[in-house]
């Protein structure tokens, strides 16, 4: 099995692809096979990572022209096919180069993000739009004595939401922000729709204006790639359209 | 470039992120400086939960816990190596913590009451640990961001920190390369607080990030300052079998129990009284007895079997651990037993510092799993150090609101000659043409520590390895590197990361060699017992002169005895 690497450097005219003979090894991940290339062939390759088990949202890539993590992508069930998500096609997952999808394994950057260098995307703009939706408590006992109550049924419907790892692999994955860089994309939505849902904050729709806005819940075409690509299970989509109809009855 | 604030932070973490909004609301000008994005450190990763007395829920007998069963309990775990007056101290401000954090936005696991759910964990006389789910840390760091982030608190992201600025005796900041830049800054600061976390790194199966590679201590270590109680390991008895990413302690504590080959319950041989919730070293041993004996699978695991929980409560209180044992090992726990052995977990010993979080350099401070205050000793029972990096984040932070506004402004000259010293060090990293291969090197470093300073240990194996290390840190200075870039060089990060831990590892290594007794987590089969007469103290270790010194410092005992610990 062969590995298809995506290189960019500043000063280069264009990115070029590198080939490496993957060593077999049960359980290996496309971090596991780039950690191969860096060792063993080029430790000039860059890429992001941390806690190598799903957790921490530091290395999504584009792998088989899928957003996904890198850890978390094992390379055998990828070159057998089981890993196929089908997808709304758009710019950013179209063909590059040809590979052959049996044998060998295309990592790429994430889209919609500026490449820094390789595998490293710039996520400058993906943290202004998670600080542009508020993302945080408004609370105001500072030296609380006790807990408030919650219901468990309302901390299930939150962890849905509360499971995002804010690894962008969303962000890369939605026709609408290929389209249109100013839109918040699934992840800020889905962390505003978060805190809306908290019973601990509002019971209005307070929250859910700070994206009533063009670039806000309106701009989604509910392509649902978002559901699909991430890892966490989060559905962003949902969050938008139950975000949609809600400001959209009050408003009746 | 030289940058100015009041206090600077080197970790964003649990820790760091708590001390930075303590700081922040006290209107000093405080920066952050982390390595990685602050949400990709490794706290995210923290599973089953956080300790604190709430008495949400009953003990068996139907007693109500309080924060001295906490004390207790944390003791007896530490095998009496804690700091009791540390201790005390946690448990006292744990109950205030949780609900803080909630207050803050955590979404903790409620009771059918409403009240935040607590579970049993090993070694813990009450079900005693808060949990959000199976995903605790990450909840609790993404609260913690969210505060730091509203408060526009400076952080400085993907800075990896080269060295530590001394001046007179007193830490005056730090130097950091902006790796995506390639350029080395200085940070002037009057107090610099460490919260770099563990060093699970130097062993070769860990549940640990792969960038926890105890940094900070090598740091504090070259800058003066002695590390304690590093030979206290802790491995965790359940990894899944290959990656060895962690299976929480909470999958026990919500029922599910450990089979050999044969299908044999075994922890009932080495714990009949705690059974698989004994604490993580006496599980840790068992089940390496059982592989030694023949009584594992082949590649050396043995079962964790949830099945006895039923599908319902898996999907909702360990949703995680079923994702990562499917994602990871194919393996669904609803249909079939996971594969686990034990791997390294957690960092007892670090940075030594007095109750308050001082160094004995003026100045610098440390907190969380980076530092060694001690609450832990010999052992950390599970849910205590999610717990630490809260505490003592914050009233480490109190400490420096205390004796800040004391001290002037460093100047900035000083700054501006460390810079010139790291950049040195770095283009004399980069410029070696000698040879050696720097993964070679961490591989064998691995080995070398995981077998040599392992679960068990014993004299002549251990000599083996320390020469092992030393070795490996001669051929460290004929490393070469290929890519010769400043900017964006990740070779040169992780070879960074390796100088510090060839470091620590002699560290280790000498800790362990003069231990003679059995304590804990560190286990030796040529001393196999406790010995308070010799050992009841902590070890110190010191570079001076490129030559560690070894040296003891007492244990701070208190209301709880030594007594033998049997669980
Ligand atoms: C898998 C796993 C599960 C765990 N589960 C639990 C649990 O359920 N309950 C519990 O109590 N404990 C648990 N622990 C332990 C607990 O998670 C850690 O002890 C704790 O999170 C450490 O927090 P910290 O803030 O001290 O350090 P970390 O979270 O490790 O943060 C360290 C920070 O330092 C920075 N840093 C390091 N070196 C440098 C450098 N050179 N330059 C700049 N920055 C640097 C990093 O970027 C990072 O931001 C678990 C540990 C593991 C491995
Ligand atoms: S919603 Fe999913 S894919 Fe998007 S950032 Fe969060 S975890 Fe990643
Ligand atoms: S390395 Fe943490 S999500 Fe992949």
């Known amino acids: 099995m062969k590995l298809k690497v995506y290189r960019y450097q500043d000063g280069m005219e264009s990115p070029r692809y590198d080939s490496f003979e993957l060593e077999s090894r049960p359980g290996l991940t496309v971090l596991g096979a780039l950690f191969q290339f860096q060792e063993q062939f080029d430790d000039s390759l860059s890429f992001n990572y941390s806690c190598r088990g799903a957790v921490c949202g530091t290395c999504g890539m584009l792998i088989n022209k899928v957003p996904r993590l890198a850890c978390r992508t094992q390379l055998k069930p990828l070159l057998r096919g089981e890993l196929k998500v089908s997808l709304f096609s758009y710019p950013g997952i179209m063909e590059t180069i040809p590979w052959d999808p049996a044998k060998e394994v295309l990592v790429e950057p994430l889209p919609h993000l500026p490449v820094i260098k390789d595998l490293i995307v710039d996520m400058d703009k993906f943290f202004e739009y998670y600080r542009f939706v508020e993302p945080v408590f408004r609370t105001s006992d500072l030296n609380p004595e006790k807990e408030r109550l919650m219901n468990p049924e309302d901390v299930k419907q939150l962890e849905e939401y509360t499971n995002c790892i804010l690894c962008a692999v969303c962000f890369g994955g939605c026709p609408v922000v290929g389209q249109n860089p100013k839109y918040l994309g699934p992840a800020a939505l889905a962390k505003l729709y978060r805190f809306h849902l908290d019973p601990r904050e509002t019971t209005d729709t307070s929250r859910l204006e700070i994206a009533d806005i063009k670039n806000g819940w309106w701009a989604c075409d509910s392509y649902g790639n978002c559901r699909k690509v991430c890892p966490k299970g989060v559905p962003p989509i949902n969050a938008i359209e139950n975000a949609a109809n809600e400001l959209k009855s009050k408003k009746k | ?567």
């Not at chain 2, 913590?97 to 059918?112: A, D, Q």
């Not at chain 2, 909470?250 to 319950?265: K, P, T, V």
């Not at chain 2, 043995?302 to 319902?312: C, I, M, N, Q, S």
């Open chain 2, 1 to 567: 470039m030289i940058t100015n604030h009041n206090v600077l932070i080197i970790g964003g973490g649990l820790t760091g992120l708590r001390a930075a909004i303590q700081l922040f609301d006290s209107s000093l000008d405080v920066a952050i400086i982390s390595k990685v994005h602050p949400l990709r450190s490794h706290s995210v990763a923290a599973q089953g939960g956080m300790n604190a007395s709430l008495g949400n829920v009953p003990g068996e007998d139907g007693s109500v816990d309080n924060w001295k069963n906490h004390a207790f309990d944390t003791v007896k775990g530490s095998d009496y190596l804690a700091d009791q007056d540390a201790v005390e101290k946690m448990c006292r401000e744990a109950p205030k913590t949780v609900i803080e954090l909630e207050h803050m936005g955590t979404v903790w696991s409620r009771l059918k009451n409403g009240k935040i759910a607590q579970r049993p964990f090993g070694g813990a006389g009450f079900p005693r640990t808060c949990y959000a789910a199976d995903r605790t840390g990450h909840n609790a760091l993404n609260t913690l961001f969210e505060q730091v982030n509203k408060r526009n608190i400076q952080i400085y992201s993907e800075f990896f920190v080269t060295s530590l600025i001394i001046d007179q005796g007193s830490c005056v900041g730090c130097t950091a390369l902006d790796y995506l830049q390639g350029e080395v800054h200085g940070l002037s600061a009057k107090a610099v607080l460490m919260a770099t976390g563990g060093f699970g790194r130097l062993f070769n199966k860990s549940t640990n990030a792969l960038i926890n590679t105890g940094d900070g201590q090598a740091l504090a270590l070259r800058a003066g300052v002695p590390l304690k109680d590093m030979e206290f390991v802790q491995f965790h008895p359940t990894t899944l079998y290959g990656t060895n990413i962690l299976i929480t302690e909470g999958a026990r504590g919500e029922g599910g129990i450990l089979l050999n080959q044969d299908g044999e319950r075994f922890m009932k041989k080495y714990a009949p009284n705690s059974l698989d919730l004994a604490p993580r070293d006496v599980v840790a041993r068992s089940i390496e007895e059982e592989v030694a004996q023949g009584q594992g699978f082949e590649g050396d695991y043995v079962h964790l079997d949830l099945r006895p929980l039923g599908a319902e409560r898996i999907n909702e209180r360990l949703p995680g651990i079923k994702q990562i044992s499917i994602d990871f090992s194919g393996v669904d726990p609803i249909n079939e037993s996971i594969p686990v052995q034990p791997g390294q977990h957690y960092s007892m010993g670090g940075i030594d510092v007095d109750i308050d979080g001082k160094t004995r350099i003026s100045g610098l401070y440390a907190a969380g799993e980076c530092s060694c205050v001690s609450v832990h000793g010999a052992n950390r029972l599970g849910g205590n150090s999610l717990l630490e990096t809260v505490v003592f984040g914050r009233l480490v932070a109190d400490q420096i609101i205390n004796n800040v506004n004391n001290i002037e402004s460093p100047p900035k000259k000083l700054a501006q000659a460390n810079i010139r010293k790291s950049e040195d060090h770095i283009k004399a990293l980069i410029d070696r043409e000698g040879g050696e291969n720097q993964f070679e090197i961490k591989e064998k470093l691995n080995n070398t520590m995981s077998t040599k300073f392992g679960i068990f240990r014993e004299k002549d194996t251990m000599l083996e390895g320390l020469n092992e290390i030393k070795k490996l840190q001669e051929k460290f200075s004929q490393v070469s590197i290929k890519n010769k870039d400043l900017k964006v060089n990740k070779a040169l990060i992780r070879l960074l990361e390796l100088e510090g831990m060839l470091l620590l590892a002699e560290v280790v290594a000498l800790g362990a060699i003069k231990r003679k007794e059995s304590r804990g987590s560190h286990t030796r089969t040529d001393y196999p017992e406790r010995d308070d007469t010799k050992f009841l103290k902590h070890t110190l270790v010191t570079w001076e002169d490129e030559n560690m010194q070894v040296s003891y410092l007492p244990v701070k005992l208190g209301m709880f005895e030594p007594k033998e610990r049997v669980y």
